[in-house]
Nanobody, 116 residues
């Protein structure tokens, strides 16, 4: 059974940091490109960051570039999103996604709220 389980969300003050984790199981993790997406109420889901299966290439949305870092540990079947200098506009539900040649999988999401 395929599972992507996000964790690490919560309430943080502006300027603070959070580290999200996404633990994968039920598929060959190291063969999948991984990404983080987010969705705020009333808005479409948007891509935040991607990382290749080997971890050698990453890409970021302009809105998070320089503040967020995506990484992965293929030995632990886990992808991370380090979020620094958080802003109120970063408030959203954050989802991880796995993309393979044929299949794609989504996690259930974790809430991140940036507020004073």
């Amino acid at each position: 059974q395929v599972q992507l389980v996000e964790s690490g969300g919560g309430l943080v003050q502006p300027g603070g940091s959070l580290r999200l984790s996404c633990a994968a199981s039920g598929f060959t993790f190291h063969r999948y490109r991984m990404s983080w997406h987010r969705q705020s109420p009333g808005k479409e889901r948007e891509l935040v960051a991607t990382i290749t299966s080997t971890g050698d290439t990453t890409n970021y949305a302009d809105s998070v570039k320089g503040r967020f870092t995506i990484s992965r540990d293929n030995a632990k079947n886990t992808v991370y999103l380090q979020m620094n200098s958080l802003k109120p506009e970063d408030t959203a539900v954050y989802f991880c996604k796995a993309d393979g040649i044929i299949n794609s999988y989504w996690g259930q999401g974790t809430q991140v709220t940036v507020s004073s």
